[in-house]
């Protein structure tokens, strides 16, 4: 689903270039649940902006379900992304001007689809706030406004779901049932997941973690299964 050879990103300062992420190569495949984990100021929020084409490469290739992204111009970007992909940031992002539903409904909208009322009713009532529908943002909770913001970033059923830092504004009690709602929807839809966190218990339940150091992928580990039956009795 995503391809990078040799990706870096270079900004320029008033010190001069500073290059913030060094030549990265990974692909991730379709269906895979994938955590960019680091420090902060490792760069693993620019690699998540790189990989959703939210910014473009200084240099290297990123493809995106074999579409070359790099090579695209920035409206080029934003009609992939809205074919393809959605986007879950940890500030939630709602319009707060619109209902729950009616924030869940504008992706579809825009993207011309006529049931799109029908279309959130249903994800709504998946991630269990169907009676909360009419209500605006600043009326919910940060757990609640999370789920809705969960909601309008699948509504539209993209290949690939990317999420900054999905539980960083939430308690425990929020955090759990986000994670259970990612992943539900990750296995379920077959969506590809790949998000940042700075939360062992999330970036733990992905089947690889990416890890981040100064601007350096420095290891990619993979998630440890408990051994079967039969193995363990042998």
């Excluded at 473009?56 to 995106?64: A, C, D, K, Q, R």
């Excluded at 970007?77 to 959605?86: D, E, F, I, P, T």
């Excluded at 209902?99 to 249903?122: C, F, R, S, V, Y």
């Excluded at 909770?141 to 309008?152: K, L, T």
């Amino acid at each position: 689903m995503i391809k990078t050879k040799a990706i870096t990103k270079t900004v320029s300062t008033t010190q001069g270039e500073l290059q913030i992420l060094q030549p990265i190569s990974f692909d991730v495949k379709e269906g895979e649940s994938v955590a960019i984990i680091g420090a902060s100021g490792s760069g693993k929020s620019t690699l998540l902006s790189l990989l959703a084409g939210l910014d473009s490469v200084t240099e290297g290739e990123i493809y995106l379900d074999d579409q070359a992204m790099h090579n695209m111009d920035e409206e080029q970007r934003a009609q992939l992304r809205g074919a393809k992909v959605g986007f879950i940031f940890q500030s939630f992002m709602l319009v707060q001007s619109l209902t729950a539903i009616e924030n869940i409904m504008l992706p579809a909208e825009i993207a011309g689809h006529k049931d799109a009322k029908q279309k959130a009713l249903d994800i709504l009532q998946q991630v269990g706030l169907a009676h909360r529908a009419n209500h605006y943002p600043n009326q919910l909770s940060g757990g609640e406004q999370q789920r809705v913001a969960i909601a309008r970033a699948f509504i539209s059923r993209p290949k690939i779901l990317f999420a900054d830092e999905p539980t960083g504004n939430l308690d425990a009690v929020n955090s759990d049932k986000i994670e259970k709602l990612l992943f539900d929807l990750n296995e379920t839809a077959n969506t590809t997941l790949v998000l940042v966190t700075h939360d062992n218990t999330l970036a733990n339940q992905c089947q690889r973690q990416l890890h981040m150091q100064a601007g350096v992928l420095t290891e990619v580990t993979e998630k440890l299964t408990k051994p079967s039956l039969a193995m363990e009795a042998s």
